[in-house]
Each structure stands twice: as C-alpha cells, then as structure tokens.
C-alpha cells in the first residue's frame, strides 16, 4: 500500500468516525447519569433531516447546523419526560423513539417534497486546509486538510472529559448516575440532572445527523443513519463509559467502515452484502469479548423515586 493510499484510508477513518463519535458523546453523558441511550440513533436521524431542511430552506450550513442541534433535542426531551417525569422503561422508550424518527422523518420528506423517492441537494462542508501543517506529508492529508466537523467532532472530545472529570456539574452528573438516592441527600435534584444530560446526549447526537446530511452526502435518505447510533453505543462501552475510550472504539469500527469501502472497490470475489456486515459483526464481537467486562454506571436504567 502507498503512501497515497494509506493517507485516503486514514483520512476517510476520522470522516466516519465523526459522526458516531458526537453520538457517542451524547450518549456517554446520558449514560453517565444514569439513563440508557438506546434512542441515540434516533435523534441522530431527526439532527440529520432537521439540519437537511434548515440548510435547503435558509442556504445557510449554520442554520442547519443549530437546527439539527435543536432537532436531536426534541426527540431527547421525550425521551426525557418519559423516563424522568413518567418513568417509563428506558430501554422501550429508546427503541420507541427509534420508530418514531424513522416514521417521523419520512412522513415529512414525503410530505413537504412529494413523490415516492424525494430528493434533497445540498452542498457539502467543503474542507478547511490548516496552513503549513496541511503540507505535512501523510499526516497532513490525514489530519489538516478535513471538514469542519471532524475538526470539532474530535477536539470535543477533551472538554467532555475534562468536564466529567473535573467539575463539579460533571462529579455530580456522575454521582446521580451511580447513586442518585446519595446525590439527592447533598441537594442536587437528580430528575432534573438527567433531563439536561439527556437533552445534552440529543444535542450532540444531532450533531452527528448532520455530519451525515451536510458534511458527508448532501443530502437527506430515509433511515441514512443505518445503525450509527448503535455503532456509537458500542464504542461506549468498549470505552468502558470514558470520553478517550469511545473515541478509540470510534475510530475503530470507522477504520473497520474505510476498509469496507475499500474492498468492494478491490472487486474481490465476496458478496457485498457480507461486506457491509462487518463493522456490526466486528461490534458484536468486542462486545462479547470486551464488553462484558465493562463495568456500566451503577444506577443507569433504574428510575429514581423521590421518598
């Protein structure tokens, strides 16, 4: 393998590891108080079309951005109000909101564009070449001459941390999510610091819709997060609920998804059905092998009651 083609396979790595890893740092927050993000692929493909609407009706990529950012919200404040204020199962509100986005979605695109196969064209993010360290051999293809959003995708990732670790809004985030009873006795409301961790995980999970529809394709598909948000939830717990974990584990299975994209194009004599089934075997398999020795907060999925 040449230097050129090293450089695009790791390049094209960090673009698909954007967008599981803003997923994965929703969900990471979300989960780390407590609640599960099942229903992070949902709000991923609600940020994906909101943020597609927003930028084909104002031709302005920021005014999609904000909208995909509010669009993952609103599916999380459902999610939020069911499983805080009702305390309904997190794991079937997840799953119900997953329907709900998927339904949802392509009610309205058929609905605002009519037709049975709607289509919306949008320019893409183009690339924002560093000065000087885009010059740099290997590395600077690689890591200076990207996207906006693979920029901000992976410098996310240490006020994430940093924020966990070392605030005290991210302890008590933390506390609530391994022993709310405990962080209701010092004053902290543990209800409400779930909200805002699940509405914060929907905001970030938008983020990562938008990746999609207006950094990666240019456009909007029914159900184009195909699983993302389920790639994300495993990288989270191969990352053992740690910021650089699930980076590692999204760059990971985005490495697995470049190398996919290469092989159909060596025309090698595999089906490409099997091809496209490797980066969620791959997750199983780290999922068997890592994953159960993961140790996961110590309250997520259980509903707090106040006495």
């Given at each position: 393998?040449?230097?050129?083609?090293?450089?695009?396979?790791?390049?094209?790595?960090l673009?698909?590891?954007?967008?599981?890893?803003f997923?994965?740092?929703?969900?990471?927050?979300?989960?780390?108080a407590?609640?599960?993000?099942?229903?992070?692929?949902g709000m991923m493909?609600a940020?994906?079309?909101?943020?597609?609407?927003?930028?084909?009706?104002?031709?302005?990529?920021?005014?999609?951005?904000?909208?995909?950012?509010?669009?993952?919200m609103?599916?999380?404040?459902?999610?939020?109000?069911?499983?805080?204020?009702?305390?309904?199962?997190?794991?079937?509100?997840?799953?119900?909101?997953?329907?709900?986005?998927l339904?949802?979605?392509s009610f309205?695109?058929r609905?605002l564009?009519?037709?049975?196969?709607?289509v919306?064209?949008?320019?893409?993010?183009?690339?924002?070449p560093?000065?000087?360290?885009?010059?740099?051999?290997?590395?600077?293809p690689v890591?200076?001459?990207?996207?906006?959003?693979?920029?901000?995708?992976?410098?996310?990732?240490?006020?994430?941390?940093?924020?966990?670790?070392k605030?005290?809004?991210?302890?008590?985030l933390?506390?609530?999510?391994?022993?709310?009873?405990?962080?209701f006795a010092?004053?902290?409301d543990?209800?409400?610091?779930?909200?805002l961790?699940?509405?914060?995980?929907?905001a970030?999970a938008?983020?990562?819709?938008?990746?999609?529809?207006?950094?990666?394709?240019?456009?909007?598909?029914?159900?184009?997060?195909?699983g993302?948000?389920?790639?994300?939830?495993?990288?989270?717990?191969?990352g053992?609920?740690?910021?650089?974990?699930?980076?590692?584990?999204?760059?990971?299975?985005?490495?697995?998804?470049?190398?996919?994209?290469?092989?159909?194009?060596?025309?090698?004599?595999?089906?490409?059905?099997?091809?496209?089934?490797?980066?969620?075997?791959?997750?199983?398999g780290?999922?068997?092998?890592?994953?159960?020795?993961?140790?996961?907060?110590?309250?997520i999925?259980?509903?707090?009651?106040?006495?």
């Amino acid at each position: 393998m040449d230097l050129a083609t090293l450089a695009e396979l790791l390049s094209a790595t960090l673009r698909i590891s954007t967008p599981l890893l803003f997923a994965a740092m929703g969900g990471l927050i979300s989960e780390r108080a407590g609640t599960f993000a099942v229903g992070i692929e949902g709000m991923m493909l609600a940020g994906a079309f909101g943020g597609a609407l927003a930028a084909l009706l104002t031709g302005s990529s920021a005014a999609g951005l904000v909208a995909s950012l509010f669009a993952g919200m609103a599916l999380a404040l459902v999610v939020a109000l069911a499983t805080t204020r009702f305390r309904a199962d997190q794991m079937v509100t997840g799953l119900a909101v997953n329907i709900l986005a998927l339904g949802l979605t392509s009610f309205l695109l058929r609905g605002l564009f009519g037709g049975r196969t709607p289509v919306i064209r949008l320019p893409t993010l183009p690339a924002w070449p560093v000065p000087l360290l885009g010059d740099i051999p290997l590395l600077g293809p690689v890591l200076f001459r990207q996207p906006p959003l693979v920029y901000l995708g992976f410098l996310l990732v240490v006020p994430v941390a940093l924020y966990l670790a070392k605030t005290k809004s991210g302890l008590m985030l933390r506390a609530v999510g391994e022993n709310p009873e405990a962080a209701f006795a010092v004053g902290t409301d543990p209800q409400r610091v779930r909200t805002l961790a699940i509405l914060a995980g929907g905001a970030f999970a938008g983020l990562g819709g938008a990746v999609l529809s207006l950094q990666e394709v240019g456009t909007f598909t029914d159900g184009m997060t195909n699983g993302r948000g389920f790639i994300a939830l495993a990288a989270i717990i191969v990352g053992r609920w740690n910021p650089f974990g699930a980076m590692a584990g999204c760059l990971l299975f985005g490495a697995v998804a470049a190398l996919e994209s290469r092989i159909q194009g060596w025309g090698l004599p595999v089906s490409s059905y099997v091809v496209q089934m490797v980066p969620y075997l791959v997750a199983l398999g780290l999922l068997a092998g890592i994953g159960r020795s993961s140790k996961m907060p110590g309250a997520i999925g259980a509903p707090f009651l106040r006495h």
